[in-house]
């Protein structure tokens, strides 16, 4: 008897613990039911409406900076260099002189074809009179005159000899790198530094063909370069009228102003032409498309059917067209209006329950400028 009542204590014990557990285990089946009844919870996403818009047709470009002038600076006549009168990166004026050589031998030559053309000047002027007295001939007269006419022509090549042994900036600008020394002997055609103009800078650049019949002078332009700071606006100046049979493209010149001096022969630019036309658009941001293999989709937020005052996305697919900026065109799958999932779309699935935050939701730009770009 004293055995069977710790028995009956611990099977009471067990008992009890194995209710209490059932009931535990009941109620979190029940509680499973409930939550697969409900569904997964709403996800948190940003929204945006989709807007129509009109976009004026632009080109795209890379381009090439070209200066106004710009030449490199040699010499005519061989010769040793005996002054060089400027430093690299001089700012010159048109005329001034930049580099002299050797002309002993030249002048040498001049003093004594000066001095003949002097003795024939008054050969023919004693000729002259002497034939009005009638003791001098026609034909020594015609002989003084020859000889005049051929000193002078002697005297004009020397100091033309000597005239191409000074070289001069041919055009206001800036200089290169001098590439010549004083003592050193050039012959014809050495380089001697380089003369850039800073007047006028040109930006050449190139199109595809197929928009040959949209291009004309005066077009407006947008030069950039950000990562030095170049923002500029220009004009088309010219179109070349021949198309490029290696590249099928069209090249174009433009012109701008750059007060700054921020644009240098060489640099490469971003060129966006902007044409006559414009087309009206659905545009969305870039972060609202997923984009998939099987095609690009977007999530449009709805009235949720079963439970009111929910909302649900539905996956829509698109077809995207051009891209400008934070925005993306919609071609085809949108009307306009519709209110789109802009941040978080790639965690929903089509029907999914979603929960709008748009505190956090980012404003998208039509000229993006990064703080770290």
Same mark, same amino acid.
């Given at each position: 008897m004293k055995v069977l009542i710790p028995i009956v204590a611990v099977l009471a014990v067990v008992g009890g613990l194995a209710a209490v557990k059932a009931n535990q285990i009941g109620t979190l089946i029940e509680a499973g039911k409930a939550m697969q009844k409900a569904g997964p919870p709403p996800e948190t996403v940003s929204t945006i409406e989709t807007r129509k818009d009109h976009w004026v047709a632009t080109l795209a470009s890379v381009g090439s900076v070209e200066a106004g002038k710009g030449v490199a600076i040699s010499n005519?006549?061989?010769?040793?260099? +005996?002054?060089?009168? %400027?430093?690299? @990166?001089?700012?010159?004026?048109?005329?001034?002189?930049?580099?002299?050589?050797? +002309?002993?031998?030249? &002048? #040498?030559?001049? $003093?004594? $074809?000066?001095? &003949?053309?002097?003795?024939? +000047?008054?050969?023919? *002027? &004693? +000729?002259? #009179?002497?034939?009005?007295e009638g003791v001098a001939t026609g034909a020594e007269l015609d002989s003084a005159e020859a000889s005049v006419k051929g000193s002078t022509a002697e005297v004009s090549a020397l100091r033309g000899q000597i005239a191409r042994k000074v070289v001069e900036a041919p055009f206001a600008g800036k200089l290169g790198i001098r590439s010549v020394n004083v003592g050193q002997y050039l012959s014809p055609g050495t380089s001697i530094t380089t003369l850039q103009s800073e007047k006028e800078e040109y930006v050449d650049f190139s199109v595809p063909q197929q928009y040959f019949d949209k291009l004309r002078r005066g077009l407006p332009v947008t030069i950039t370069a950000r990562e030095t700071g170049i923002d500029l606006k220009g004009v088309v100046a010219a179109v070349d009228p021949a198309v490029d049979p290696a590249t099928r493209t069209v090249t174009l010149r433009a012109t701008t102003s750059d007060p700054d001096k921020k644009l240098r022969p060489g640099m490469f630019v971003n060129v966006s032409v902007l044409l006559d036309s414009q087309r009206d658009v659905i545009a969305l941001p870039v972060t609202s498309v997923v984009y998939a293999p099987y095609g690009d989709s977007v999530f449009v937020i709805e009235d949720d059917p079963k439970a009111p005052g929910a909302k649900i996305a539905r996956q829509q697919f698109? =077809?995207?067209?051009?891209?400008? @900026?934070?925005?993306?065109? $919609?071609?085809?799958?949108?009307?306009?209006?519709?209110?789109?999932?802009?941040?978080?779309? %790639?965690?929903? &699935? *089509?029907?999914?329950?979603?929960?709008? *935050? *748009? =505190?956090?939701?980012?404003?998208? =730009?039509?000229?993006?400028?990064?703080a770290n770009r």
């Amino acid at each position: 008897m004293k055995v069977l009542i710790p028995i009956v204590a611990v099977l009471a014990v067990v008992g009890g613990l194995a209710a209490v557990k059932a009931n535990q285990i009941g109620t979190l089946i029940e509680a499973g039911k409930a939550m697969q009844k409900a569904g997964p919870p709403p996800e948190t996403v940003s929204t945006i409406e989709t807007r129509k818009d009109h976009w004026v047709a632009t080109l795209a470009s890379v381009g090439s900076v070209e200066a106004g002038k710009g030449v490199a600076i040699s010499n005519d006549s061989p010769g040793i260099v +005996t002054r060089i009168r %400027f430093e690299s @990166g001089d700012q010159v004026k048109a005329g001034q002189v930049l580099v002299e050589l050797d +002309t002993s031998v030249e &002048r #040498a030559q001049l $003093a004594s $074809a000066e001095a &003949r053309l002097g003795l024939a +000047t008054t050969t023919l *002027n &004693r +000729t002259r #009179a002497l034939i009005k007295e009638g003791v001098a001939t026609g034909a020594e007269l015609d002989s003084a005159e020859a000889s005049v006419k051929g000193s002078t022509a002697e005297v004009s090549a020397l100091r033309g000899q000597i005239a191409r042994k000074v070289v001069e900036a041919p055009f206001a600008g800036k200089l290169g790198i001098r590439s010549v020394n004083v003592g050193q002997y050039l012959s014809p055609g050495t380089s001697i530094t380089t003369l850039q103009s800073e007047k006028e800078e040109y930006v050449d650049f190139s199109v595809p063909q197929q928009y040959f019949d949209k291009l004309r002078r005066g077009l407006p332009v947008t030069i950039t370069a950000r990562e030095t700071g170049i923002d500029l606006k220009g004009v088309v100046a010219a179109v070349d009228p021949a198309v490029d049979p290696a590249t099928r493209t069209v090249t174009l010149r433009a012109t701008t102003s750059d007060p700054d001096k921020k644009l240098r022969p060489g640099m490469f630019v971003n060129v966006s032409v902007l044409l006559d036309s414009q087309r009206d658009v659905i545009a969305l941001p870039v972060t609202s498309v997923v984009y998939a293999p099987y095609g690009d989709s977007v999530f449009v937020i709805e009235d949720d059917p079963k439970a009111p005052g929910a909302k649900i996305a539905r996956q829509q697919f698109v =077809k995207l067209g051009e891209t400008r @900026g934070d925005f993306v065109e $919609a071609v085809k799958g949108l009307k306009g209006g519709e209110t789109l999932v802009s941040a978080g779309a %790639f965690k929903l &699935r *089509n029907g999914a329950r979603v929960s709008i *935050n *748009n =505190k956090v939701g980012l404003a998208p =730009k039509m000229d993006p400028r990064p703080a770290n770009r």
